[in-house]
């Protein structure tokens, strides 16, 4: 797997990409979790966009979480889309309003990841994520 990070001026934005490629354990509560670091320089968040890919034959098992660093848990996807296949999503804190809670959280640290398959038969894996935070 691959890690990008990204340092930024006020004002910019602080870039991370984890191209993980990790099997998402089937009808497994803890799930799979991947992180990217991110050096904001001591700034805060005033937008946060984070993108993913997850291959799956059935998204309405899977509930994925962005965890920041100071361990504020924002639901991304919670067993939408019934048996469509594949989730590549991008969300943005300026157009989904349960991301506005990370607006002013530090930028610096672990932001984690968590995808979760909730149901039993379909599986799939998490291909890669990214994370852009304007500090």
Known sequence: WRLTLGVA????AVDGRNDADLAIPDATPAGVASVITLDGDGGAATAVTVEIDI??????DLQVDLVSPANTMVR???QDGGGTADLARRYDSRTMPALEVLV?????GPWTLVVRDLAQVDVGRLVWWSISVTV
């Open 76 to 78: 991304l996807h919670d």
């Open 9 to 12: 001026e006020a004002g910019e």
């Open 55 to 60: 291959e799956h034959t059935y998204i309405g």
């Open 104 to 108: 002013g959280a530090a930028v610096d």
